[in-house]
């Protein structure tokens, strides 16, 4: 496994999370990463992006000004910080990573890893 998340949870409404994934190896590198979530009956939806041209970081206008992803290049370690968590924000959350730019592209692409993925889940 070269990708490997954590940090999901049960959360009241308004409570926080932070999920971890860490590069099993140290030598990999990864142009974009990426969080992405799937809720049951819903479409996947790109949640952060992180492009390591320019160190941008995008996110998706439902978690605007309550996710923070960041990346410490230093442990190959991405993280995505939730705060002010909604119901609407229950879904399995995989991390990300591929070796070319594609924050513009939808993330996942056919040379992406994944991480397991892991459960958030908010109570109203």
């Known amino acids: 496994v070269q990708l490997q998340a954590s940090g999901g949870g049960l959360v009241q409404s308004g409570g926080s999370l932070r999920l971890s994934c860490a590069a099993s190896?140290?030598?990999?590198?990864?142009?974009?990463i990426g969080w992405v979530r799937q809720a049951p009956g819903k479409e996947r939806e790109v949640v952060s992006c992180i492009s390591s041209s320019d160190g941008s970081t995008h996110y998706a206008d439902s978690v605007k000004g309550r996710f923070t992803a960041s990346w410490d290049d230093a442990t190959k370690t991405t993280y995505l910080q939730m705060d002010n968590l909604k119901p609407e924000d229950t879904a399995v959350y995989y991390c990300?990573?591929?070796?070319?730019?594609?924050?513009?592209?939808?993330?996942?692409?056919?040379?992406?890893?994944w991480g397991q993925g892991t459960q958030v889940t908010v109570s109203s």
């Open positions: 190896r140290r030598s990999l590198n990864y142009y974009t």
């Open positions: 990300v990573g591929d070796p070319f730019d594609r924050c513009d592209l939808g993330v996942a692409g056919p040379h992406s890893v």
